[in-house]
């Protein structure tokens, strides 16, 4: 396949996957054997059925959230984006009850595209300055605020 299938691979798994929860089309998209690696997950790396778990839970948590790539850049088998991600806290999160509050944080994943499916990602997206927009990790304002 070529860079420009690669990267409507990967567009569309953002866009029906990742924001629209269909769950099919990363069962269509990822390989038998993918990996995730990303800081944020419980063991460093995941499995394609604990990533949609995940996804699963974020979408319970954040039913409004939507990942928009901003610049995607492709090469060989691999496809890098940039991108933003916006949601409300309407349900529990990692323990934390709604609190309302919207976010916007920015991240980075570089996908492999091997036959026509996502072989591997990694992904890294500023997840202490969500926690920080919803009011559940001070940021370093309120620390310095609090020890004064």
Not at 51 to 57: S, V
Not at 71 to 93: A, P, S
Not at 103 to 119: C, K, N, P, S, Y
Request: glycine share 12%.
């Amino acid at each position: 396949m070529g860079v420009n299938e690669n990267k409507e691979i990967v567009n569309r798994f953002i866009n029906e996957f990742v924001n629209e929860g269909n769950e099919a089309v990363a069962d269509q998209l990822l390989t038998e054997d993918y990996v995730r690696y990303d800081p944020d997950a419980p063991s460093g790396a995941q499995g394609a059925g604990e990533f949609k778990e995940m996804i699963r839970m974020f979408g319970e948590a954040f039913p409004d959230s939507e990942v928009k790539i901003e610049e995607m850049i492709g090469e060989g088998d691999l496809v890098v984006f940039r991108g933003t991600e916006t949601g409300t806290h309407e349900g529990e999160f990692v323990g934390h009850e709604p609190t309302g509050e919207t976010f916007e944080i920015t991240g980075l994943a570089m996908h492999r595209v091997r036959d026509g499916q996502i072989a591997e990602t990694w992904a890294n997206w500023d997840m202490l300055g969500m926690m920080q927009q919803l009011g559940i990790v001070p940021t370093p304002e309120e620390l310095t605020e609090l020890s004064d």
